[in-house]
């Protein structure tokens, strides 16, 4: 069973880097076709798509982060990572890595993780 | 970017229940349409996936259906677990993006 985990500070000042890890376990992250996925999510409000990657591929960025976001894949420790620069307090949300199936009509989101919370206060 | 809104955004109802929601593309997606359940303090979990395709272990009560911009999900006898938040999420094209959600609550 795919089991991912996310990890990092649960709080940044702001104007700082945010930085989340995503530990695959269950499974080789560089096997299969899959996409991993960083998507997050305020309080009480709904589910923002950040970006994902492709193993051997580049990353897709949503246009709305994509001048401070950078995913990338460490598969020697099957991990992949998020960071998000220059953080102001609309950053502060539930941050959770999946991993994205394809089919015929898209791809969709089978495993997340537990999620984790970054607040951006100083 | 592809805006997708649900209705109703919130909703309350009986255990037994048939419930729908919706969900509208702002242009057509064909069957490129996910649901998604999230119960408070919870990751979201899949439903149904291509629009119609119910997701492995998922209970046959739920239901999709819909291409181009109108997909509906139906519950069609609620049970005291299906009280909690719904999701469409559209993987057309990037960003994906999600509905607001659609929160069911007991009545």
Known sequence: QVQLQESGPGLVKPSQTLSLTCTVSGGSISSGSYYWSWIRQPAGKGLEWIGRIYTSGSPNYNPSLKSRVTISVDTSKNQFSLKLSSVTAADTAVYYCARSEWGEYGDYDVYWGQGTLVTVSS | ?107
């Open chain 2, 1 to 107: 970017d592809i805006q997708m809104t649900q209705s109703p955004s919130s909703l309350s109802a009986s255990v037994g229940d048939r419930v729908t929601i919706t969900c509208r593309a702002s242009q057509s997606i064909s069957s490129y349409l996910n649901w998604y359940q999230q119960k408070p303090g919870k990751a979201p979990k899949l439903l149904i996936y291509a629009a119609s395709s119910l997701q492995s272990g998922v209970p046959s009560r739920f239901s999709g259906s819909g291409s181009g911009t109108d997909f509906t999900l139906t519950i069609s006898s609620l049970q005291p677990e299906d009280f909690a938040t719904y999701h469409c999420h559209q993987s057309y094209s990037t960003p994906i993006t999600f509905g607001q959600g659609t929160r069911l609550e007991i009545k």
